[in-house]
């Protein structure tokens, strides 16, 4: 790791009465300390990557408290770990990135939730739904469900985090089951504060305590008959303890407000969201006394009957505010509505949309629609539609200066990135044999599916690319194309991908793009990490393949876009059949420029001789066609205006941010696109022999120019 | 009614990944945090951080903490549309998606946007010109909201070497939006402790600008090429909106060949001198790029003159220091053979064409900044001397005349087919493969399209739209799929009508 987590770290020690104050995601790092952890483990992914960052780096806080941590290989082993809290009292917690985390553990949830937990085992999961998110949308909610795990989705609010992971742990301890925990985007990134306790030292560990008996407990172990007992332990005895529990220790809030003849019920994390509508339309003050009385439900699953009932009753109709489909929550009021025999009107997805994320926007429009048609005593409802329409007159007068759409920008790969050469020359190399069919994966690697590469037929999961390949395969004239990263290949690939390829003897070439880390979810260190933590033994992905029994390999230094391009075509067209792979090497540029440029200035501050490079275009013999881009798209190279004045076409151009990577020029060659690229080393702190050779150079340069006669004439 | 409370001031920042506008919320935080405010931030950067477009949310409630006793505000964690007090765009089209957005009120907002244009990868990958209309954001963001702050902070930070975060903070600072005093912000960059005395001074530079007292620098004013003395008459003979483009023509064919070579320009366009204007200007302007066309000689000889070193110079920021620079060329078979003599030069290209080897060539890094390095170019520009022989030129102008007909030809007819004549050899440009696509589809459309229309009695003005149609489809993708489709759709249609 290149970045130092330091403050963070301080943060997490503080202790009894300090006021803590960052970002939600560390709060809630912080509260599983004070909860007297045992355990923690994970994989990273937004937005929870954090949590995994600073706990890799504080090792002396952990072993202090003896807890243990695990940066695991994918979700499934951090679900796996969970199950130290199965026969003994150890508190643990499993962290990830929902829902498509939570697809990769549910073997391992399944399997714990079934035999149950004595030590309270939370899993906090990052929900990242909705605009700007990278993965499907879909929710944890269902997961909840089928396994029977306590769901609790609290209010944004920090000091309310910390203390409901407190009381997660109790509740899991005391229904023997597993909590799962869900935390927005928007909330994990928010910055804010709380009073801390004292961290608590884990119950047992190697330092404090240990274990000596293991608990051997047949109940406990996922077989016949055990399962029947557990599938009738969850509904007859845990599920009525986590009621009680929930309900004695008040973990869901209600606000009550002036009006009584309707109401609110929300998902915890949208309370803010909603009390801002509300502010908006006057029905609410800063402080989020509300008019209208609200139900936050901080644990959304399971329901409290006898609470959503209470706060139902009397009511003439009552908005649910929740977040994606399906709308597990409003059928399950409605059914509690039914069976009590409560007349109230239930409005949920009718006011609000099915899919997509419930923004500010999204709210205030479905408060709106629900208060005109609930028509409530004492509001004003031509208020609330003039607040509509000035917005949408707002929008459109916006629309009709602003004008078309204007040109989209998704993420893409960093300036200087070793990833894009590689997908340079797949596109090159598809001028040597046609269009294939490319598999593509999970990480950095999928923003080439994103022009101007457009890169990538589907994307199946992480490290599913060469997995998804085959049946493809089969029905081709030609070998398919697989792409993964190296966090893919260790999370997922390996084991799916590349044994399944060798078992089944499949013909396929497999890319494997080798940048060093777990780039998309910010450089963590993976098993084939040089800079890995602390000093763990670095796995060599050659050798994974080697021992597979795959023969043909290929390491390529992915900035060779000529190479790749002849590799390529060579694995493309080989006769021999089974598996080939390329390994495209180059490390993480955002890695390397958090080493490079400190070192750099401190050499150049030490008055070291230092090469900068930097590539540029020259204008005057660009013609603006832009081929050149269309096999980069690096952020640094782009486009001005043409200072020809016969021209018209924007010029190519590099910014100053340029690192100089050099695929500019290899591309200009592998492509034979166009004379305009050069590159430029300029000397810092030159030596003798440099200014000697620059002098020479230039007088003989400005002599053969004919500038010397000039001036001489002059 | 409850809401007689102070509402919180919404701060919405839109911002591409890298620019720092993580650090810029965390500097308005604290600065709230200094004043004593309540504030509360949050992001969405997830993999936006990429360089793709994010937003960063900021609100601060304007009564101290220390008189609200136990009560908090419950701020907000999405912004909306329609209540945002302040709105900080990195970027010109960001500022544009914003007020899309609705997140510009012309009530409640003011603006704060950097005027300067970061292209999205779509927008730089096209053939042509698909930038987004700069203008046209430029007015809506001066329009709309209640109070607009525009600048190019971005070249503001570059010229004066500073970061573009910290004179935005400055901005906003300067603007008056925020009940912070200037010493809270201030405050927040010293503890932030990263660059302090460098943020500081982007900070006090983006103040002057809020406070209007930094002057723009003015346009750069066009220049008008001098017309070389013999040429004078022959140049005013143009109708005035033409006489700066044709000048411009006579200077770089001087430039590219000789006086004679810029007196066949003149003569060339002398028979179109009574066609519409707008016809002339676009026949002028591309007679001039299509005579200069770009060979081995012409790119040599660009390569190495003395102020293309020090524009590389100047673009490394280099100063004095020693500086190597690595042109790379890869010449290809038929670029070599294009300036050989047409009886060398026409086997050698059968050869290549036979050989499929078009597509090679022969990877050169030549260091220009070297003596060896720019006497091979400058051996190569002396070429010049026999360009007149060579294959291509031969070719060039042959098709050029051809070209200068049809324009003629149709002006009689049709203006709007004239002008998409004169048009089309924008079509043909770069280099190596991309050069013989472009040469491709331009004759592709001079025989199924223009051709056709000269024919007498023929549709000038639908053969003109087609011809519009076909230029746009032969800039749609790289691989000519489109004009393809276009001229295959063609062909069924009038095989039917046959």
Same mark, same amino acid.
Request: charged fraction near 25%; aromatic fraction near 6%; include cysteine.
């Given at each position: 790791?290149?970045?130092?987590?330091?403050?963070?770290?301080?943060? +997490?020690?503080?202790?009894? %009465?300090?006021? &803590? /104050?960052?970002?939600?995601?560390? *709060?809630?790092?912080? #509260?599983? !300390?004070? =909860?007297?952890?045992?355990?923690?483990?994970?994989?990273?992914?937004?937005?929870?990557?954090?949590?995994?960052?600073?706990?890799?780096?504080?090792?002396? +806080?952990?072993?202090?408290? %003896?807890?243990? &941590? /695990?940066?695991?290989?994918?979700? *499934?082993?951090?679900? #796996?770990? !969970?199950? =130290?809290?199965?026969?003994?009292?150890?508190?643990?917690?499993?962290?990830?990135?929902?829902?498509?985390?939570?697809?990769?553990?549910?073997?391992?949830?399944?399997?714990?939730?079934?035999?149950?937990?004595?030590?309270?085992?939370?899993?906090?999961?990052?929900?990242?739904?909705?605009?700007?998110?990278?993965?499907?949308?879909?929710?944890?909610?269902?997961?909840?469900?089928?396994?029977?795990?306590?769901?609790?989705?609290?209010?944004?609010?920090?000091?309310?985090?910390?203390?409901?992971?407190?009381?997660?742990?109790?509740?899991?301890?005391?229904?023997?089951?597993?909590?799962?925990?869900?935390?927005?985007?928007?909330?994990?990134?928010?910055?804010?504060?709380?009073?801390?306790?004292?961290?608590?030292?884990?119950?047992?560990?190697?330092?404090?305590?240990?274990?000596?008996?293991?608990?051997?407990?047949?109940?406990?172990?996922?077989?016949?008959?055990?399962?029947?007992?557990?599938?009738?332990?969850?509904?007859?005895?845990?599920?009525?303890?986590?009621?009680?529990?929930?309900?004695?220790?008040?973990?869901?809030?209600?606000?009550?407000?002036?009006?009584?003849?309707?109401?609110?019920?929300?998902?915890?994390?949208?309370?803010?969201?909603?009390?801002?509508?509300?502010?908006?339309?006057?029905?609410?003050?800063?402080?989020?006394?509300?008019?209208?009385?609200?139900?936050?439900?901080?644990?959304?699953?399971?329901?409290?009957?006898?609470?959503?009932?209470?706060?139902?009753?009397?009511?003439?109709?009552?908005?649910?505010?929740?977040?994606?489909?399906?709308?597990?929550?409003?059928?399950?009021?409605?059914?509690?509505?039914?069976?009590?025999?409560?007349?109230?009107?239930?409005?949920?997805?009718?006011?609000?949309?099915?899919?997509?994320?419930?923004?500010?926007?999204?709210?205030?429009?479905?408060?709106?629609?629900?208060?005109?048609?609930?028509?409530?005593?004492?509001?004003?409802?031509?208020?609330?539609?003039?607040?509509?329409?000035?917005?949408?007159?707002?929008?459109?007068?916006?629309?009709?200066?602003?004008?078309?759409?204007?040109?989209?920008?998704?993420?893409?790969?960093?300036?200087?990135?070793?990833?894009?050469?590689?997908?340079?020359?797949?596109?090159?190399?598809?001028?040597?044999?046609?269009?294939?069919?490319?598999?593509?994966?999970?990480?950095?690697?999928?923003?080439?599916?994103?022009?101007?590469?457009?890169?990538?037929?589907?994307?199946?999961?992480?490290?599913?690319?060469?997995?998804?390949?085959?049946?493809?395969?089969?029905?081709?004239?030609?070998?398919?194309?697989?792409?993964?990263?190296?966090?893919?290949?260790?999370?997922?690939?390996?084991?799916?991908?590349?044994?399944?390829?060798?078992?089944?003897?499949?013909?396929?070439?497999?890319?494997?793009?080798?940048?060093?880390?777990?780039?998309?979810?910010?450089?963590?260190?993976?098993?084939?990490?040089?800079?890995?933590?602390?000093?763990?033994?670095?796995?060599?992905?050659?050798?994974?393949?080697?021992?597979?029994?795959?023969?043909?390999?290929?390491?390529?230094?992915?900035?060779?876009?000529?190479?790749?391009?002849?590799?390529?075509?060579?694995?493309?067209?080989?006769?021999?059949?089974?598996?080939?792979?390329?390994?495209?090497?180059?490390?993480?540029?955002?890695?390397?420029?958090?080493?490079?440029?400190?070192?750099?200035?401190?050499?150049?501050?030490?008055?070291?001789?230092?090469?900068?490079?930097?590539?540029?275009?020259?204008?005057?013999?660009?013609?603006?066609?832009?081929?050149?881009?269309?096999?980069?798209?690096?952020?640094?190279?782009?486009?001005?205006?043409?200072?020809?004045?016969?021209?018209?076409?924007?010029?190519?151009?590099?910014?100053?941010?340029?690192?100089?990577?050099?695929?500019?020029?290899?591309?200009?060659?592998?492509?034979?696109?166009?004379?305009?690229?050069?590159?430029?080393?300029?000397?810092?702190?030159?030596?003798?022999?440099?200014?000697?050779?620059?002098?020479?150079?230039?007088?003989?340069?400005?002599?053969?120019?004919?500038?010397?006669?000039?001036?001489?004439?002059? | 009614?409850?809401?007689?409370?102070?509402?919180?001031?919404?701060?919405?920042?839109?911002?591409?990944?890298?620019?720092?506008?993580?650090?810029?919320?965390?500097?308005?935080?604290?600065?709230?945090?200094?004043?004593?405010?309540?504030?509360?931030?949050?992001?969405?950067?997830?993999?936006?951080?990429?360089?793709?477009?994010?937003?960063?949310?900021?609100?601060?409630?304007?009564?101290?903490?220390?008189?609200?006793?136990?009560?908090?505000?419950?701020?907000?964690?999405?912004?909306?549309?329609?209540?945002?007090?302040?709105?900080?765009?990195?970027?010109?089209?960001?500022?544009?998606?914003?007020?899309?957005?609705?997140?510009?009120?012309?009530?409640?907002?003011?603006?704060?946007?950097?005027?300067?244009?970061?292209?999205?990868?779509?927008?730089?990958?096209?053939?042509?010109?698909?930038?987004?209309?700069?203008?046209?954001?430029?007015?809506?963001?001066?329009?709309?909201?209640?109070?607009?702050?525009?600048?190019?902070?971005?070249?503001?930070?570059?010229?004066?070497?500073?970061?573009?975060?910290?004179?935005?903070?400055?901005?906003?600072?300067?603007?008056?939006?925020?009940?912070?005093?200037?010493?809270?912000?201030?405050?927040?960059?010293?503890?932030?402790?990263?660059?302090?005395?460098?943020?500081?001074?982007?900070?006090?530079?983006?103040?002057?600008?809020?406070?209007?007292?930094?002057?723009?620098?003015?346009?750069?004013?066009?220049?008008?090429?001098?017309?070389?003395?013999?040429?004078?008459?022959?140049?005013?003979?143009?109708?005035?909106?033409?006489?700066?483009?044709?000048?411009?023509?006579?200077?770089?064919?001087?430039?590219?060949?000789?006086?004679?070579?810029?007196?066949?320009?003149?003569?060339?366009?002398?028979?179109?001198?009574?066609?519409?204007?707008?016809?002339?200007?676009?026949?002028?302007?591309?007679?001039?790029?299509?005579?200069?066309?770009?060979?081995?000689?012409?790119?040599?000889?660009?390569?190495?003159?003395?102020?293309?070193?020090?524009?590389?110079?100047?673009?490394?920021?280099?100063?004095?220091?020693?500086?190597?620079?690595?042109?790379?060329?890869?010449?290809?078979?038929?670029?070599?053979?294009?300036?050989?003599?047409?009886?060398?030069?026409?086997?050698?290209?059968?050869?290549?064409?036979?050989?499929?080897?078009?597509?090679?060539?022969?990877?050169?890094?030549?260091?220009?900044?070297?003596?060896?390095?720019?006497?091979?170019?400058?051996?190569?520009?002396?070429?010049?001397?026999?360009?007149?022989?060579?294959?291509?030129?031969?070719?060039?102008?042959?098709?050029?005349?051809?070209?200068?007909?049809?324009?003629?030809?149709?002006?009689?007819?049709?203006?709007?087919?004239?002008?998409?004549?004169?048009?089309?050899?924008?079509?043909?440009?770069?280099?190596?493969?991309?050069?013989?696509?472009?040469?491709?589809?331009?004759?592709?459309?001079?025989?199924?399209?223009?051709?056709?229309?000269?024919?007498?009695?023929?549709?000038?003005?639908?053969?003109?739209?087609?011809?519009?149609?076909?230029?746009?489809?032969?800039?749609?993708?790289?691989?000519?799929?489109?004009?393809?489709?276009?001229?295959?759709?063609?062909?069924?249609?009038?095989?039917?009508?046959?």
């Amino acid at each position: 790791m290149e970045r130092s987590f330091a403050k963070e770290i301080a943060l +997490l020690r503080q202790g009894d %009465g300090e006021v &803590f /104050e960052g970002e939600g995601i560390l *709060a809630i790092t912080k #509260a599983l !300390l004070q =909860a007297g952890v045992s355990y923690i483990g994970g994989y990273q992914g937004a937005p929870v990557s954090h949590l995994m960052d600073v706990l890799g780096d504080a090792r002396d +806080l952990l072993d202090d408290l %003896g807890v243990h &941590f /695990e940066a695991n290989a994918n979700e *499934a082993g951090a679900a #796996a770990m !969970l199950g =130290a809290s199965i026969n003994y009292p150890l508190r643990g917690a499993a962290v990830w990135k929902s829902t498509v985390g939570t697809n990769v553990a549910s073997d391992a949830l399944s399997n714990l939730a079934s035999a149950g937990v004595i030590g309270g085992a939370l899993i906090i999961l990052g929900e990242d739904y909705g605009e700007g998110s990278s993965i499907i949308q879909e929710r944890t909610h269902a997961f909840a469900m089928k396994s029977q795990m306590w769901l609790l989705d609290p209010r944004p609010d920090h000091a309310r985090f910390v203390e409901l992971i407190e009381r997660a742990f109790e509740l899991s301890e005391a229904s023997n089951t597993p909590v799962m925990m869900e935390f927005r985007i928007r909330a994990c990134h928010m910055h804010g504060r709380f009073v801390c306790k004292d961290n608590k030292p884990a119950a047992h560990s190697k330092r404090h305590d240990p274990l000596v008996d293991p608990n051997r407990d047949y109940g406990r172990i996922c077989l016949p008959p055990s399962i029947y007992v557990q599938e009738k332990h969850k509904v007859e005895v845990r599920l009525p303890r986590a009621l009680q529990f929930i309900a004695s220790h008040g973990l869901n809030e209600r606000f009550d407000g002036a009006r009584d003849d309707i109401g609110i019920i929300l998902q915890g994390g949208l309370y803010n969201t909603v009390i801002r509508a509300l502010q908006q339309l006057g029905l609410a003050d800063a402080f989020g006394a509300s008019d209208i009385p609200i139900l936050c439900l901080n644990v959304t699953y399971p329901l409290l009957p006898d609470e959503i009932e209470a706060f139902c009753r009397g009511k003439r109709a009552v908005l649910m505010v929740e977040e994606g489909q399906p709308d597990h929550l409003e059928q399950a009021v409605g059914a509690l509505l039914r069976k009590a025999a409560i007349d109230t009107t239930l409005v949920g997805k009718a006011v609000l949309p099915m899919a997509g994320e419930y923004t500010a926007e999204t709210v205030l429009r479905g408060l709106v629609r629900f208060l005109e048609g609930s028509v409530p005593h004492g509001i004003d409802l031509v208020a609330a539609g003039r607040e509509l329409a000035a917005l949408d007159a707002a929008k459109e007068r916006a629309a009709e200066l602003v004008g078309d759409e204007l040109p989209r920008r998704p993420p893409g790969f960093c300036t200087g990135c070793p990833e894009r050469p590689v997908f340079s020359a797949l596109k090159l190399a598809e001028r040597d044999y046609g269009k294939v069919h490319v598999a593509a994966d999970i990480g950095c690697t999928t923003f080439a599916t994103l022009e101007p590469f457009h890169m990538g037929n589907t994307v199946l999961g992480y490290g599913f690319s060469l997995a998804s390949a085959p049946a493809v395969a089969h029905a081709f004239d030609k070998r398919v194309i697989s792409v993964m990263g190296d966090g893919g290949f260790w999370h997922n690939g390996l084991a799916t991908g590349v044994s399944g390829a060798v078992f089944n003897q499949t013909d396929s070439v497999l890319v494997i793009v080798d940048n060093g880390y777990a780039s998309a979810t910010g450089q963590q260190a993976i098993p084939s990490s040089s800079s890995n933590r602390q000093g763990a033994p670095k796995l060599s992905i050659e050798a994974a393949l080697t021992s597979l029994g795959v023969r043909w390999i290929e390491v390529v230094r992915s900035y060779d876009v000529g190479k790749m391009r002849r590799t390529l075509r060579k694995a493309m067209t080989t006769a021999k059949g089974g598996l080939k792979v390329i390994i495209a090497r180059g490390e993480c540029q955002l890695a390397r420029q958090r080493r490079v440029k400190p070192a750099t200035a401190r050499k150049l501050q030490a008055g070291e001789r230092v090469v900068r490079t930097k590539f540029g275009v020259d204008a005057s013999t660009c013609t603006g066609d832009h081929s050149c881009i269309r096999l980069s798209g690096c952020p640094t190279l782009t486009i001005k205006d043409n200072p020809d004045p016969l021209r018209r076409d924007p010029v190519a151009h590099v910014t100053e941010d340029c690192v100089g990577c050099g695929l500019c020029g290899n591309v200009a060659h592998a492509a034979g696109l166009c004379p305009s690229f050069h590159r430029a080393e300029v000397i810092h702190n030159p030596g003798a022999f440099d200014r000697g050779l620059d002098r020479l150079r230039r007088k003989t340069i400005d002599w053969l120019s004919g500038a010397r006669r000039a001036e001489m004439a002059g | 009614m409850t809401n007689t409370s102070p509402k919180p001031l919404s701060i919405l920042i839109a911002a591409l990944g890298g620019e720092g506008g993580g650090v810029l919320t965390d500097w308005l935080v604290a600065a709230a945090h200094h004043a004593g405010l309540p504030a509360q931030s949050t992001s969405i950067p997830g993999v936006a951080q990429r360089t793709g477009a994010t937003t960063y949310y900021v609100e601060i409630f304007p009564v101290p903490i220390a008189e609200l006793g136990t009560r908090r505000p419950v701020l907000g964690l999405y912004p909306v549309a329609g209540a945002i007090d302040l709105m900080v765009a990195s970027e010109l089209v960001e500022a544009g998606r914003a007020m899309r957005n609705g997140f510009v009120s012309p009530e409640r907002t003011t603006l704060i946007a950097s005027t300067h244009r970061v292209y999205a990868t779509i927008e730089k990958m096209a053939m042509g010109d698909e930038r987004a209309d700069a203008a046209r954001l430029r007015k809506a963001a001066a329009s709309l909201p209640k109070r607009a702050i525009l600048f190019d902070a971005k070249a503001d930070a570059e010229t004066r070497r500073l970061q573009l975060n910290a004179v935005l903070l400055g901005t906003i600072a300067g603007s008056g939006v925020l009940p912070l005093p200037l010493s809270a912000f201030e405050q927040a960059i010293r503890e932030a402790g990263k660059a302090v005395d460098g943020n500081l001074a982007g900070f006090a530079h983006g103040l002057r600008v809020a406070r209007g007292e930094v002057s723009l620098p003015p346009d750069e004013p066009s220049v008008m090429p001098t017309v070389p003395p013999a040429f004078v008459d022959a140049a005013q003979a143009f109708p005035a909106e033409v006489v700066e483009i044709v000048a411009h023509g006579l200077a770089r064919l001087i430039d590219y060949q000789d006086a004679d070579y810029a007196r066949l320009y003149v003569q060339r366009l002398q028979p179109l001198s009574q066609a519409a204007p707008a016809v002339l200007t676009e026949a002028a302007r591309q007679l001039a790029l299509w005579m200069s066309y770009e060979d081995v000689i012409r790119v040599a000889d660009l390569k190495s003159r003395p102020e293309r070193l020090a524009q590389v110079r100047a673009e490394a920021r280099a100063g004095d220091l020693p500086i190597r620079v690595v042109d790379y060329l890869k010449p290809g078979i038929d670029e070599v053979a294009s300036v050989l003599p047409a009886a060398l030069g026409r086997p050698l290209l059968a050869w290549g064409e036979r050989r499929d080897l078009l597509d090679r060539g022969v990877p050169l890094r030549i260091n220009a900044a070297s003596i060896t390095g720019f006497v091979l170019l400058r051996v190569l520009a002396r070429l010049k001397a026999v360009r007149r022989r060579s294959l291509r030129f031969i070719a060039e102008q042959q098709a050029i005349e051809q070209w200068l007909a049809a324009i003629s030809q149709a002006s009689r007819t049709s203006v709007a087919l004239a002008g998409a004549i004169a048009m089309l050899p924008g079509l043909r440009k770069g280099y190596g493969d991309t050069q013989r696509r472009g040469r491709r589809s331009y004759e592709l459309l001079m025989e199924r399209v223009v051709m056709p229309a000269l024919r007498p009695g023929a549709d000038g003005e639908a053969a003109a739209r087609r011809l519009v149609e076909g230029y746009k489809a032969a800039l749609a993708d790289p691989e000519g799929q489109r004009l393809n489709q276009l001229v295959a759709a063609e062909m069924a249609r009038d095989m039917a009508a046959e």
